[in-house]
Structures are given as C-alpha cells and as structure tokens.
C-alpha cells in the first residue's frame, strides 16, 4: 500500500516521444520560444477542429483566457454573475479586472448556474454572466442565453472542462458570445499550460489578441509575420499572457489526439454509470456520453459519508478529488447576507473519482469494488 508506484492517481497529463519530438523541434531547430507562427498554426487548427469561423487567441492559461474575456466586457466596478461552485479561477478573473463576482447557486442536478438564483441578484451594474460547463455539460446553455438576452448581459462561458463536447449538434466554441477554453496539465487536451478565447465579436478579439501582449496594438500580425513590433501604441492595460511556441507545439499534438483522449474519457464514464448505477448512498450525474467529452467524474455521496470514503479509498491508494469548494466563503470574496446553502449542501457531497487516459478498467473496478466495501459497512 505504500508505493506511489500503485497510486490510481485521479487526473494525469499523457504524454509520449511525439509531444517530445515537438518540443524539441521547437527548442533545436526553430530556436524561437516566444509566440510566434507556431501559435499561429495552432490557433488555426483549432478553428479546423472547431468548425468555426470565430476567432481564437491562445493565452498561457485558462485563467488568463477568463481574465481578458472579463477585461474586454466589463469596467471596474461592473458584476458578473457566476456561480459560486467553480474552480477559484472564475472569481479572480473576474475581481482581476477590477469588476465584482456575484457568487449565485447551481442547479443540484447539473452543477452549472442557477438562473432563477442569479436573476435575483441582478443589479444596474450587472453586465456578464459566467456559466461553468461543470463536469464538461453545458446543461441549460440555451436558457442562459435567453436570459442573458433578456437582461442586456455578456456570456462568458468557462469551458475549462468542456474541449470537444458536443451540445446541441454543435461543439462548445463553435457558436456562443466568448468561449474560454483551458488547456493545463490535466484538461481534456493539454499544452502543459495553456488556454484560449473563442469570440466571433471582432472588436473582443482584438482586444484579447493586444491584451495579451502588454496592449501593444497589432502586435499579434507582426508577430505572425515574424517581424517585431519596435515602433507602437499601446491605449489599455495589457498583460502578459501570449502563449509560447513551445506551449502550442505540444497543443497541436494534442489535438491530433483529442479522438483517442475523447474515446478513452467517454467509454471510462459510460464504464462508471454502468458499475455505479445500483449503489445505494450515492447519486450520479446521469449524463449523455456521446456527447460529453468528460474531464473529471462526479459523483454525489449522500448521508455525510463523503469525507470518510474519500479517505477510505485513499487507504487503497486511491486518489479522489471535490470538485469545487464553493468561492463565497473564502476570506477575499466572502459577503455579509451572501448564503448560498444549495451549493453548501452539494458541495459536502461531491467526489471525484478517477478519470484520465491512463485509467485502466481493472483500477476502475477496484475503484467501485472499494465504494460499495464503505458503504456497505
Ligand atoms: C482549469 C480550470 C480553469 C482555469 O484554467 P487554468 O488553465 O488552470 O488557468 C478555470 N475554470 C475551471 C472550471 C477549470 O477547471
């Protein structure tokens, strides 16, 4: 039980020689780190896979890719509607701009925004809302639109989880207002770090392609070109968030992996559904597979047991995860009257089993073997 050789580790980056090969190519014999045209290629081959005629800008993280997509829409002071069960990430884009997260339930069987919830808190000053495609389903994606419409707001979808899910017969990032895309160490695909924004708003797109080179205008085209930019005018904030040529050397490998990745996560899940289905004490997410490109597995452990099989399956080796512990209550974002108790009860029930490309079924069965000797007990 000790090796950390037999970990069933719940998230992991694969990688072989190809990724290698490419970092190499890019370290050897192009010899230039920076963003430059392999970034280019990497952004066009996204919109190939993407079906899209919408414009991508590859940042160096999801959280960045969230950070400009707020910046682009939003003044200091201005509220974004999110919900409050998400990675952290959501909350520091948005309070990094200088704009306020208005933390909101989630709906209990799907995980993602609340509407009737967040159109209680709507203010003058609301201007975005951020759904998290939890667990990579995008839910009611469509009645946030309508709501969104409704009430004059820009959609920033996280899609952090979502990369190749296919919602309504159209890939996530195909259609929508501003799509931010992740693609760290463990995503669906990774570029070891990465991310990017998907927006078909020109003026958006410009923005995030400046943005993310210190606000230098038109820095990106020059750059593409393989020129510098020495002579320039710079009239916002930027940072620095280009993506580096060797990031995006290591993305387009993965993305010519993505139908293997995608099969391997999609047959795992269905696996689960089908080992899990008649467990008492705990509550799946019954999701369509098909369609869903999973990054992580969720399920609900009911009667207070969630904290105790997670360190019951950690005894075997057995890693699992929470997925997410709620933002409102942190000390930076915590508010006076602010009680979300929907997503207090979810998140003390949430756990995350493995779920990676390396996941064998003889892990996943001792997996669910482990579950049912807990709860059985
Ligand atoms: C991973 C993730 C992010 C942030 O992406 P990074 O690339 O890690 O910065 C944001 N939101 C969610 C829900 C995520 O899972």
Redesign the pocket.
Known sequence: MDSKQNLIRLSKSIFDEREAKEVTRILLEDGYTGMGKEVQKFEQELQEFLHTDKEIGCVN????A?HLAVDAVTKPGDEVLVQAL??V??FQAISGTGAVPVACEIDPSTFTIDLQDAEKRITAKTKAIMP?H?ASDPANLDEIYEFAKKHNLRVIE?A??AFGTIYDEKLIGSFGDIICF???GI?NITCG???AVVTGDPVVAQYIRDARLLGIQKDTEKRYEGRRSWEFDVVHQGYRYHMSNILAAIGRVQLQKFPMFKKVRQDLSKRYLELLKDIKGIELFIKDYDKIVP?IFSIKVLDGKRDGLKEHLMTYNIESGIHYYPSHVLSFYKKEGVELPKTNKAYAQLLTLPLHPDLTQDNQTLIVEKIKEYLNK
């Not at 993280?61 to 960045?64: D, F, K, L, R």
Request: hydrophobic share 30%; with cysteine.
């Open positions: 993280s999801g959280t960045a969230l998400t990675f990430a959501c998290v939890y996280d952090a989880h992740s693609f760290d995503k770090e990465g991310g990054h």
